[in-house]
């Protein structure tokens, strides 16, 4: 039992460059998140999904895309990468129910330059 | 709009020493979380605080509801070195949809000297 797992650890973008940040839950979890964390700050929620097929916005969603075709894994699009997006992130996930914390990933830190 | 504030951002302490670190928040809320997080590390989760008046207590730290003052407190009692890192308390939103995610407060770095 893995747990929440992310691909890649690291990674150094150029301005205007693509990439998915991968995340793949084996605790058949059907909520998952993508949050964002700025050095010196809270963690901020860019995208989250309640199911498969099902997706919502978060707080800071715009530069970001998401899809959710598969209950374990919740890949987020980066499209024309910018600095501002420059910042630690990490996926979660958490079970149906409202007493089930949130589990999450061990995170990847994006540099764009 | 959910904010979460802590209080204090930055808190500097001895061994030994009791300390209390606040969590207010703006909107109602039955769930608070609170997660530590050590440099360069994902978040551990600490407590997860379910309704008013609950109270959860692990080794040196004890965590505290108010769903009427909005407020949840993390205290540390008689603190040592390996206590230091930054502490989240985060407010879930829930919906008819569901879970709605975690609105995190901006932490508070803990640093514990001998």
């Known amino acids: 039992n893995a747990g929440v797992t992310q691909t890649p650890k690291f990674r150094i973008l150029k301005i205007g460059q693509s990439m998915t940040l991968q995340c793949t839950q084996d605790?058949?979890?059907?909520?998952m998140y993508w949050y964002r964390q700025d050095p010196g700050m809270g963690l901020k929620l860019i995208y989250y999904?309640?199911?498969?097929?099902?997706?919502d916005k978060g707080e800071v969603p715009n530069g970001y895309n998401v899809s959710r075709s598969t209950t374990e894994d919740f890949p987020l699009r980066l499209e024309l990468a910018a600095p501002s997006q420059t910042s630690v992130y990490f996926c979660?996930?958490?079970?149906?129910?409202?007493?089930?914390?949130?589990?999450f990933g061990p995170g990847t830190r994006l540099t764009v330059t | 709009e959910l904010k979460v504030e802590q209080n204090p951002l930055f808190l500097s302490m001895q061994e030994g020493k009791n300390y209390t670190i606040y969590c207010n928040y703006s909107?109602?809320?039955?769930?608070l979380y609170w997660y530590r997080q050590d440099p360069g590390k994902s978040l551990e989760s600490l407590f997860v605080?379910?309704?008013?008046?609950a109270v959860k207590q692990e080794g040196r730290l004890m965590a505290s509801l108010d769903t009427k003052a909005r407020l949840s407190t993390l205290h540390i009692t008689a603190a040592v070195h390996d206590l230091s890192a930054t502490y989240f308390c985060?407010?879930?939103?829930?919906?008819?949809?569901?879970?709605?995610?975690?609105?995190f407060g901006k932490g508070t770095h803990l640093i514990i000297q001998p």
């Open positions: 979660a996930s958490r079970a149906t129910g409202e007493s089930y914390e949130q589990y």
């Open positions: 605790m058949n979890h059907n909520y």
């Open positions: 999904s309640v199911g498969a097929g099902i997706t």
């Open positions: 909107t109602t809320s039955d769930r």
């Open positions: 605080l379910l309704s008013n008046g």
């Open positions: 985060a407010v879930e939103m829930y919906s008819g949809g569901g879970a709605d995610g975690l609105t």
